[in-house]
């Protein structure tokens, strides 16, 4: 078993790769392994960059480090906008993707009071409201306790998910 390398950060994306499998994240830290992007995920980032002349915005603190798509502002507060060039079954981890942004950008950002999440250029703005922070605090708070384990996190493998994921050579539960 390898160690990880570099104290484990929780990044936004990590958050999102948990609640797609746990796995996932854990694997990365624990085997240094990253799967490498494909023509897919390239036309997809490309597809997401803010309109000319706007920037991605990069936030890094002692909680961890996220680059956040735009940052607009809009009725005299803040609104991070996510994008995301394909949709997903389970939107819900889009969400908290763009929470943990929050998370992170908080810290040094103020007045930060949505997140808007454009799919396929179809947009929809989410309030931050105290529920769904705490909900996203608790599940990057069981990230950061998965990815300092050397055991690996419980997790259901899928046969639909599985058979095509790039992680299953270093899966132990394949
Ligand atoms: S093979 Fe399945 S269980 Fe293993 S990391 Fe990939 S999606 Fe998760």
Redesign the pocket.
């Known amino acids: 078993m390898y160690k990880p390398t570099a104290p484990a950060r929780v990044t936004p994306t990590l958050v999102k790769q948990y609640s797609?499998?746990?796995?996932?994240p854990w694997?990365q830290a624990w085997f240094c392994a990253y799967e490498p992007t494909t023509d897919s995920m390239a036309l997809g980032k490309e597809s997401t960059k803010p309109p000319e002349g706007r920037g991605q915005v990069y936030v890094s603190t002692v909680r961890g480090a996220a680059v956040i798509d735009e940052l607009v502002e809009e009725g005299g507060c803040r609104v991070i906008v996510e994008r995301k060039a394909y949709r997903s079954h389970n939107y819900s981890r889009y969400v908290e993707q763009a929470v943990a942004s929050y998370l992170v950008a908080r810290e040094k950002i103020p007045g930060i009071r949505r997140v808007r999440l454009e799919v396929q250029g179809r947009q929809s703005t989410i309030e931050l409201s105290g529920d769904l922070v705490e909900d996203v605090e608790s599940l990057v708070k069981v990230l950061e306790k998965a990815l300092k384990s050397e055991k690996p996190p419980p997790?259901?493998?899928?046969p639909k998910?599985?058979t095509s994921?790039?992680?299953?050579r270093?899966?132990?539960?394949?």
């Open positions: 797609y499998c746990p796995l996932i694997i997790a259901k493998p899928d998910k599985c994921c790039w992680y299953k270093y899966c132990p539960h394949n």
